[in-house]
């Protein structure tokens, strides 16, 4: 949907998105000047390190986990773990990147940062290893483009988007198969609660997640599989989404963009608001996220809605505003295009509210049109589920309705027990015959919707959006650390020196060297 119903001032929205670049600009030189242990496990990934110390007296430890730790304890991180790295496999004449890991964990083997030729050859290995896995990543998405070609894609819009959350991988398959025979377009599998606060990523296929399963390299594969051979009998492509977000950002990111995801979460300042990781390392990590994101072709999606469950939806609708601003501006540099930016927002105005559906309209069509060619992703009601689930089920009706009004891109299936239970397989099936009743029923009916040009609808999206330009001008002067520290968005304070994971930022060296951030900067695969 790109027509343009709110009359919006264009001079205004291009404003608005000149003080968001403004106010990301410090930022993104801060993450340009940083690296973090997550970083570079990212970076060892594409390399090729697999697998887990299993010997560990506190269980399995990822092999990076241990190389990036030694690594940092014998020399330092300021230049980057492949050069010591490197050095290291052909010092010791190692085969392998897991047999130097083995010899690692062993205490065998003393990192040191090599010199003159010793560098070059070095260098030369690691950007060879890099290679390869950025070859894969490129194998991926060539993959996804050659079966969404073959099988189809779905034919309506906007995309219905369904959560699993078992906490045992094969039972999740079972659950997404069947929500893709309902009518389900992407599957999103929920991690294990606090995954996002774990510094490494678990290995392998879990079978005891809580509220969720955990996000591994093992579990992405077995449930891509699983969904290529499900969208085969439905006869469109199913897309498979999962989170990077949290400590492990960028190393989920990669391992995504190996085992062909085609949606994550990615959010630039969920980490930050609501899981209490420090803001340096999130913006680092983010930012390496997306362009690893990018180069998969992987659609975003971006938190906002989850500020208004911890805010006023009426009074913070400008925050989520100036939030996809500076998400848009931040993905555009990590060279993320608007096809692939899935901007968030939600349905969660108070529906006592005199007007309520009629002010989600507004905010729906306001993100529609001053983003029209973001695949916008519309997440249902949740704070004002009450645990009647017939007033939840007419309060996702309604949500469903405003997303076919307003051209939304990617719908969240809402669920009537929301905050009650974990929803029962009938629930979900309920949740969806809702969706598909909306979309048969008023499908179309964004053809007739004109609201009145000086009516409630284009009033309220006018404000919102001069409201957004206002807050932008306060960021761009106080900075945008400062905004978060003094609790702008969802009303958390984050100071820039706490939260967790602060200990993993380092100041990178002038001869820092990361061979895949200057490949997926340039597009070059070896």
């Not at 901007?343 to 006592?352: M, Q, R, W």
């Not at 669920?415 to 029962?424: D, L």
Request: aromatic share 6%; proline share 4%.
């Amino acid at each position: 949907m790109t027509r343009a119903l709110l009359g919006l001032d264009q001079g205004t929205v291009a404003r608005a998105r000149e003080l968001a670049a403004a106010a990301a600009a410090p930022v993104i030189e801060l993450a340009k000047a940083h690296t973090t242990v997550a970083v570079e496990r990212a970076t060892l990934r594409l390399a090729g390190i697999t697998g887990a110390d299993s010997t560990h007296r506190a269980g399995d430890v990822p092999w990076v986990n241990r190389v990036v730790d030694t690594v940092r304890d014998h020399c330092g991180l300021e230049q980057g773990s492949l050069l010591p790295v490197f050095h290291a496999l052909r010092e010791h004449d190692l085969g392998t990147l897991t047999e130097l890991a083995e010899a690692t964990a062993a205490g065998q083997v003393r990192f040191a940062l090599p010199e003159g030729k010793d560098r070059d050859r070095a260098a030369k290995a690691a950007r060879s290893a890099v290679g390869k896995g950025m070859r894969q990543v490129d194998r991926s998405r060539a993959q996804r483009a050659k079966l969404v070609e073959k099988i189809g894609d779905p034919q309506q819009r906007p995309w219905i988007y369904l959560i699993v959350a078992t906490g045992d991988i094969d039972e999740d398959v079972v659950q997404a198969c069947n929500a893709a025979r309902a009518g389900a377009d992407i599957i999103a599998v929920i991690r294990s609660t606090g995954q996002s606060l774990l510094d490494y990523v678990p290995e392998g296929a879990t079978h005891r997640g809580f509220a969720g399963t955990y996000a591994t390299q093992e579990n992405f594969r077995i449930m891509r599989a699983a969904l290529d051979e499900v969208s085969k009998e439905v006869g469109r492509y199913i897309r498979l989404t999962n989170y990077a977000s949290g400590l492990c950002m960028p190393e989920i990111a990669v391992l995504g963009g190996l085992e062909r995801l085609d949606m994550m979460l990615n959010d630039c300042m969920y980490g930050i608001l609501f899981r209490d990781i420090n803001p340096i390392r999130t913006f680092v990590d983010q930012r390496f996220s997306r362009q690893v994101h990018a180069r998969a072709g992987i659609i975003i999606n971006t938190g906002e809605d989850n500020y208004l469950t911890t805010d006023d939806a009426v009074d913070a609708a400008h925050t989520v505003t100036v939030s996809q601003l500076l998400n848009e501006r931040f993905a555009h540099e990590a060279g993320l295009p608007d096809e692939l930016l899935g901007l968030g927002h939600a349905f969660e105005i108070n529906p006592d509210l005199p007007d309520s559906f009629r002010m989600e309209l507004a905010h729906a069509l306001l993100a529609r049109e001053v983003f029209p060619d973001a695949p916008l992703k519309w997440m249902p009601p949740t704070k004002h589920m009450t645990g009647d689930v017939f007033r939840g089920h007419l309060l996702d009706g309604f949500f469903n309705l405003a997303g076919v009004l307003t051209g939304q891109s990617i719908l969240l299936v809402g669920m009537m027990t929301e905050a009650v239970v974990t929803p029962f397989l009938s629930d979900r099936d309920l949740a969806v015959a809702n969706v598909r009743y909306v979309l048969n029923a008023a499908g179309n009916l964004a053809e007739d919707f004109r609201p009145a040009p000086d009516g409630f609808i284009v009033k309220r999206a006018h404000l919102v959006l001069d409201e957004a330009v206002g807050l932008l001008e306060r960021i761009g002067r106080d900075g945008l650390l400062k905004a978060i520290a003094e609790g702008t968005f969802g009303l958390m304070k984050r100071p820039p020196e706490g939260g967790k994971g602060a200990d993993g930022v380092v100041v990178k060296a002038e001869e820092y060297y990361n061979p895949a951030i200057e490949m997926l900067e340039t597009g070059a695969t070896k």
